[in-house]
């Protein structure tokens, strides 16, 4: 049975290119695969060219990307239960010739970057408001020093909501002066001592 083709040439308005689909799965494997198996998720594909999940995407994205694999650009494989999708050396090798042609293009914002980004942007919205929370519960801490009738509840709950408030400072802080900008050419990783400090939003607990 023949092979279907990949649809060629210029794609309908709005939609990427064959060879900036493969791109999108080349940075997908670099960013979000595992070392020992860069094969990643069909979503996740469709996070690095910057379309939005759901049926509106899949109608004519999902049509593309089987058609890849049909003509041995993508190479498919379950893991876990799930299906994931990798590069195959036709496709390594079309990538490159593109680069050196020059006809490749641009992708979107990585997802990692977009991540960065807006933690940042949150974590400025919100740093003035933690600080003024942090002088705040300080102002307590001072006037339960002076307060020899406080008992050790007043305490203890004075210790949950400053240590609740530094966290939320410290995240922000993290996220404005100390997570470098993600590259593309590198997965950014979470972790290290400072880990789990990537969120400046205001916990719940």
Same mark, same amino acid.
């Given at each position: 049975?023949?092979?279907?083709? &990949?649809?060629? !040439?210029?794609? %309908? @308005?709005?939609?990427? =290119?064959?060879?900036?689909?493969?791109?999108?799965? $080349?940075?997908? #494997?670099?960013?979000?695969?595992?070392?020992?198996?860069?094969?990643?998720?069909?979503?996740?594909?469709?996070?690095?060219?910057?379309?939005?999940?759901?049926?509106?995407?899949?109608?004519?994205?999902?049509?593309?990307?089987?058609?890849?694999?049909?003509?041995?650009?993508?190479?498919?494989?379950?893991?876990?239960?799930?299906?994931?999708? &990798?590069?195959? !050396?036709?496709? %390594? @090798?079309?990538?490159? =010739?593109?680069?050196?042609?020059?006809?490749?293009? $641009?992708?979107? #914002?990585?997802?990692?970057?977009?991540?960065?980004?807006?933690?940042?942007?949150?974590?400025?919205?919100?740093?003035?408001?933690?600080?003024?929370?942090?002088?705040?519960?300080?102002?307590?801490?001072?006037?339960?020093?002076?307060?020899?009738?406080?008992?050790?509840?007043?305490?203890?709950?004075?210790?949950?909501?400053?240590?609740?408030?530094?966290?939320?400072?410290?995240?922000?802080?993290?996220?404005?002066?100390?997570?470098?900008?993600?590259?593309?050419?590198?997965?950014?990783?979470?972790?290290?001592?400072?880990?789990?400090?990537?969120?400046?939003?205001?916990?719940?607990?």
């Amino acid at each position: 049975m023949p092979k279907r083709r &990949a649809r060629r !040439g210029v794609p %309908r @308005q709005g939609e990427p =290119s064959d060879d900036l689909i493969l791109a999108a799965l $080349e940075r997908a #494997e670099l960013h979000d695969g595992r070392p020992d198996d860069p094969a990643v998720l069909y979503a996740a594909v469709v996070d690095h060219l910057g379309l939005k999940m759901g049926s509106s995407t899949g109608h004519w994205f999902r049509p593309r990307f089987r058609a890849l694999e049909d003509v041995g650009l993508v190479t498919s494989a379950k893991r876990n239960g799930l299906i994931v999708h &990798a590069l195959t !050396g036709a496709a %390594r @090798q079309r990538l490159q =010739s593109a680069r050196a042609a020059d006809r490749l293009g $641009e992708l979107p #914002e990585s997802p990692q970057h977009r991540r960065w980004r807006e933690a940042r942007a949150e974590a400025a919205e919100r740093i003035g408001g933690y600080r003024k929370q942090v002088r705040l519960l300080l102002d307590e801490a001072a006037a339960l020093l002076t307060n020899d009738a406080a008992d050790s509840e007043a305490w203890f709950a004075l210790a949950k909501s400053l240590g609740r408030a530094c966290e939320h400072m410290g995240a922000a802080t993290h996220c404005l002066n100390e997570w470098a900008e993600p590259r593309d050419d590198a997965p950014d990783v979470d972790d290290g001592p400072r880990r789990g400090r990537r969120d400046p939003r205001p916990k719940t607990w």
